[in-house]
């Protein structure tokens, strides 16, 4: 059964900083690729970023290219999400989710989420 297990949330100034982790155990050669996903009140559920399991495939929405960065170190079985120039409208509850491929939407194993707040 794979797990997965999000940190790195808080309370952050608008331009500010921030790196989530997300840690699995029980990975699966069936769900190698991580995503990040993110959910403000009353929005739906947003993909924010996505990587392969080499790391040569990542995805970014419009909404934080060029501010977040994903990155992944498989002999911790970490993914990150780094988290710069953060805005108030990122505030949201943060989760990472694994899939077969960041090409589709089968993401069937997701953290319990970490809340991203940005305000002065």
């Known amino acids: 059964q794979l797990q997965l297990v999000e940190s790195g949330g808080g309370l952050v100034q608008p331009g500010g900083s921030l790196r989530l982790s997300c840690v699995g155990s029980?990975?699966?050669?069936?769900?190698?690729?991580i995503g990040w996903f993110r959910q403000a009140p009353g929005k739906e559920r947003e993909r924010v970023s996505c990587?392969?399991?080499?790391?040569?495939?990542?995805y970014y929405a419009d909404s934080v290219k060029g501010r977040f960065t994903i990155s992944r170190d498989n002999a911790k079985n970490t993914v990150y999400l780094q988290m710069n120039s953060l805005k108030p409208e990122d505030t949201a509850v943060y989760y990472c989710?694994?899939?077969?491929?960041?090409?589709?939407?089968?993401?069937?194993?997701w953290g319990q989420g970490a809340q991203v707040t940005v305000s002065s």
């Open positions: 029980g990975f699966t050669l069936d769900y190698p690729a």
């Open positions: 990587i392969s399991s080499s790391g040569a495939i990542r």
């Open positions: 989710a694994a899939a077969p491929s960041c090409f589709g939407n089968d993401y069937n194993y």
